[in-house]
C-alpha cells in the first residue's frame, strides 16, 4: 500500500462520517483535502476531527481576505493525523461583521498564537480565545494590513 493512498481513504471515510449539515463542501486538488464546514458548526466538527477521528496537530490557522465578495473572510485550518499520516485542510466562511469565528484554543492550545496572527493582520474575532490580542504588530497599530484595502502605503502616521 502506498503512503499517498491510505491518507487519502482516511481522510475521505472521516469527511464521510461528518455531519451532512455541517458540511457545505469537499474537494481534493492534488491528493489533498479540502473540507468546507459551515462556521455555526466549526466548532463541533473540530472537536470531532480531534476528538474521534485523530487530528491531534493543528499545523496552522491563516485566513483569506476575497474583498469585495461577501462573505469576505475565510478561516483555513490546517490539521494532521500522526496515525494514518493524512492532511485535512479544513475551510470556514466568515459571514459576520464584525468578523468572527469560535476560537479553537480549547482543542489545541497552538491555536492561540495562530489566532492571535489572524486577528492582528486580518481582524478576525476569534470567540473565546482566552488572550487576544496583536502578536506581531505594536498596539498602537492602526488596521490590519492583510486586508485588501489596506493602504498599500501602510496608516496615514505623522512621522515629524
Not at 493543528?58 to 492532511?87: E, G, S
Not at 476569534?126 to 506581531?136: A, C, K, N, Q, V
Given at each position: 500500500m502506498s503512503g499517498e493512498a491510505v491518507p487519502r481513504t482516511y481522510v475521505q471515510e472521516v469527511m464521510d462520517?461528518?455531519?451532512?449539515?455541517?458540511?457545505?463542501?469537499?474537494t481534493c486538488f492534488r491528493e489533498q483535502w479540502t473540507l468546507e464546514v459551515r462556521s455555526e458548526f466549526l466548532l463541533q466538527v473540530m472537536t470531532e476531527l480531534r476528538n474521534r477521528w485523530g487530528f491531534r496537530y493543528l499545523i496552522d490557522v491563516t485566513a483569506?481576505?476575497?474583498h469585495p465578495k461577501t462573505p469576505r473572510f475565510q478561516v483555513v485550518y490546517h490539521l494532521w493525523c500522526h496515525d494514518r499520516q493524512a492532511l485535512l485542510r479544513v475551510k470556514a466562511w466568515v459571514d459576520t461583521d464584525p468578523p468572527s469565528v469560535p476560537s479553537v484554543t480549547g482543542l489545541w492550545?497552538?491555536?492561540?498564537?495562530?489566532?492571535?496572527?489572524?486577528?492582528?493582520?486580518?481582524?478576525?474575532?476569534?470567540?473565546?480565545?482566552?488572550?487576544?490580542?496583536?502578536?506581531?504588530?505594536?498596539?498602537?497599530w492602526q488596521g490590519h494590513p492583510l486586508r485588501k484595502d489596506y493602504p498599500t502605503e501602510g496608516p496615514d502616521w505623522d512621522l515629524d
Amino acid at each position: 500500500m502506498s503512503g499517498e493512498a491510505v491518507p487519502r481513504t482516511y481522510v475521505q471515510e472521516v469527511m464521510d462520517e461528518l455531519a451532512a449539515e455541517a458540511v457545505r463542501g469537499r474537494t481534493c486538488f492534488r491528493e489533498q483535502w479540502t473540507l468546507e464546514v459551515r462556521s455555526e458548526f466549526l466548532l463541533q466538527v473540530m472537536t470531532e476531527l480531534r476528538n474521534r477521528w485523530g487530528f491531534r496537530y493543528l499545523i496552522d490557522v491563516t485566513a483569506v481576505d476575497f474583498h469585495p465578495k461577501t462573505p469576505r473572510f475565510q478561516v483555513v485550518y490546517h490539521l494532521w493525523c500522526h496515525d494514518r499520516q493524512a492532511l485535512l485542510r479544513v475551510k470556514a466562511w466568515v459571514d459576520t461583521d464584525p468578523p468572527s469565528v469560535p476560537s479553537v484554543t480549547g482543542l489545541w492550545k497552538t491555536a492561540g498564537w495562530h489566532e492571535r496572527e489572524c486577528y492582528d493582520l486580518f481582524g478576525i474575532t476569534f470567540m473565546g480565545h482566552p488572550d487576544l490580542r496583536r502578536i506581531l504588530l505594536p498596539e498602537s497599530w492602526q488596521g490590519h494590513p492583510l486586508r485588501k484595502d489596506y493602504p498599500t502605503e501602510g496608516p496615514d502616521w505623522d512621522l515629524d
